[in-house]
């Protein structure tokens, strides 16, 4: 069912509303990357930094559960330096947002925080995963 502004709703007329993040990707720095290490070894650095950044997703969302806030502190941090090493300017502000609040005491901006680095690193992932495959 659609409503008169054009959202969807179910059958109760409740409507379901979906987050929707921009991700920018800045080319500068792949493109450094690719201009010291050449194609192949560029091809090579950039995957093992996507499946870091893949790593530390699971990470943020594993201790996290745990209330582990120390540890999503130092991966939201590395997930900031991914975000800058790979051109990712919103999930390089995010990660440093999230390893503010995992180092202060406001669980409520935690929980916010973490959901939107885990969508940017989703997205993040996937958007870099895409360049490699063009560019090979």
Known sequence: MVTGNGRAADAAGCVRLRHCEVLRLDPEPLMRLRAGLGPQESAVEVGQLRERLIELRR??????AEGRWHMVAEAAAGVAELGCRLGVPELHQAGRNLADCARGADGT??????????????RAVTAVGA???ESD
């Open 109 to 122: 901006a935690l929980v916010a925080t973490a959901g939107r680095v885990l969508r940017l690193s989703d």
């Open 59 to 64: 990470r943020i969302a594993e201790t996290l």
């Open 131 to 133: 360049l490699r495959r």
